[in-house]
């Protein structure tokens, strides 16, 4: 591998590498995923953001139907969840 790679295609190396053709994912940064949901959708199995502090849905929209987005019932994460819900996003009632 070379350090040109983006994330994204150095994720889908390692899904390769390990033999995992689709995988479910989390993570708080959701910057950290949306590269690889743009350009590998069908990829991922279910993608779980926790407390996001930011998040653009563009990316994410193609699979809105595949994503869980968890915050408090209030604060900056609820504010950000709350946008995120409006363009199709799930999230769990509490």
Not at 27 to 55: F, K, N, W, Y
Not at 69 to 83: C, H, K, N, Q, S
Request: aromatic content about 4%; charged content about 20%.
């Amino acid at each position: 591998m070379t350090d040109d790679l983006s994330t994204a295609d150095r994720l889908v190396a390692l899904l390769d590498h390990l033999g995992i053709g689709r995988a479910h994912v989390a993570s708080q940064i959701p910057g950290d995923m949306a590269g690889l949901t743009a350009a590998h959708p069908e990829r991922l199995g279910g993608i779980v953001c926790v407390t996001p502090i930011r998040l653009d849905p563009a990316p994410f929209a193609c699979v809105a139907d595949r994503m869980l987005l968890i915050a408090g019932e209030y604060g900056p994460t609820f504010e950000t969840v709350a946008r995120a819900a409006r363009h199709g996003c799930q999230v769990p009632n509490a």
